[in-house]
């Protein structure tokens, strides 16, 4: 799909720039907005002609469906139609990085181009003050995928949003660096019960905890629900991925944690964590697979990351950056 060439403003969030932004939302255009998780590419679920342009300006396929953003759980509820266990996640996690995947509700309004033609709907519930606030201001749900070109990296500042997306949105919204730096944890709550799609911000354990019952996970096998969008190769930085590293080759660079590959000769070397804290590794992710591919090495080795907690979803990320693309 062409995307339609766009002069792009990037501007600190304020009061003004965030009344601008809805009001380009309003009029179908595209803006770029920080969240807790990453910055996203916002549009009004509700008009197919903007969320076509996400599409566009993405150069995603439209078979992969988009998040829609509301301000609360009773908007969510408009949308979706909800499980007693999706109301203990709700509320247990809202506002804050967890994606539910429920029925469409019939008062549904999110554009069935966003929904990838499903009868399901993905519903988050932002923390993020800007991302309120402009859900706010819009006075409509807002679909946002990761605001990076499809298949790269999704962006944690908004010079990465410039970097993928620059002539592609109106507006970008800068608030600095993301807090979690990996993408929202995907539950859906359909008839199977609660089945884990995406592991992501909030570790598997404490969504357990709270239903007090072990997640489904997400199975071909079984034929449970998958998330369109985890293709095998995703997440992909142009330099090739080894994970699992316990050394650097001489055309790497070193892709750290808790200093395991400290003592080679790595020409970049970056540390997710020096102290082998596993939010902190979260929140450096993306932004180091970035540095570190501009430095221009074509390959980058990754040193082993422990799979608990948010362990889980650095792993799923590093396997699919790792994953060929010639497949
Ligand atoms: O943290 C986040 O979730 C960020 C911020 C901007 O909110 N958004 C984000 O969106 O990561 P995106 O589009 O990059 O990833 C959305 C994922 C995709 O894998 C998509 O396939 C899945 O959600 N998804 C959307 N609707 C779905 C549905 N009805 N059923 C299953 N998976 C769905
Ligand atoms: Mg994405």
């Given amino acids: 799909m062409a995307f339609t060439r766009r002069t792009t403003h990037v501007a600190p969030a304020t009061a003004e720039s965030i ?88 008062s549904c309004r999110v554009s069935l181009l966003a929904r990838a033609g499903l009868d399901t709907l993905a519903i988050r ?83 357990e905890g709270v239903l007090q019952a072990p997640l489904a996970v997400r199975d ?20 090739r991925v080894r994970t699992e590293a316990t050394d650097v080759e001489s055309d790497e660079a070193a892709l750290d944690f808790a200093g395991a590959l400290a003592e080679s000769a790595a020409a970049a070397r970056l540390d997710l964590s020096p102290n082998g804290d596993l939010v902190e590794a979260a929140s450096n992710l993306f932004a180091y697979l970035r540095a570190l591919d501009e430095t221009g090495a074509p390959r980058i080795a990754a040193a082993p990351v422990p799979h608990r907690g948010l362990g889980a979803a650095i792993n799923d990320r590093l396997k699919r950056a790792a994953a060929s693309r010639e497949a």
């Avoid at 008839?191 to 992501?200: D, N, S």
């Avoid at 449970?224 to 997440?235: K, V």
Wanted: with cysteine.
């Fill in 125 to 207: 519930v932002p923390a993020h003050e800007t991302a309120r606030a402009l859900i706010e201001a819009a006075q409509t749900p807002l679909v946002a995928p990761s605001a990076n070109r499809s298949g790269r990296v999704s962006p944690t500042t908004a010079a990465h949003v410039l970097a993928d997306l620059e002539g592609r949105v109106d507006l970008i919204l800068d608030s600095g660096p993301s807090r979690h730096g990996l993408e929202s944890t995907i539950v859906a709550c359909l008839v199977q019960g609660p089945t884990l799609l995406r592991p992501g911000a909030i570790a598997r354990e404490a969504i």
């Fill in 220 to 239: 071909k096998a079984t034929r449970a629900p998958n998330a369109p969008g985890q293709l095998q190769s995703h997440y992909a930085p142009r330099a």
């Fill in 19 to 106: 009344a601008a932004a809805a009001a380009c939302l309003r009029a179908g255009g595209l803006v770029a907005m920080p969240t807790e998780t990453v910055y996203g590419l916002a549009a009004d679920a509700t008009s197919d002609a903007a969320v076509a342009g996400i599409y566009a300006a993405k150069g995603r396929p439209t078979f992969n469906p988009l998040i829609a953003h509301v301000l609360d759980v009773a908007a969510a509820r408009r949308q979706g139609a909800f499980t007693p266990e999706a109301d203990k996640l709700a509320e247990a996690f809202w506002p804050g990085p967890l994606t539910l995947v429920a029925p469409a509700a019939p």
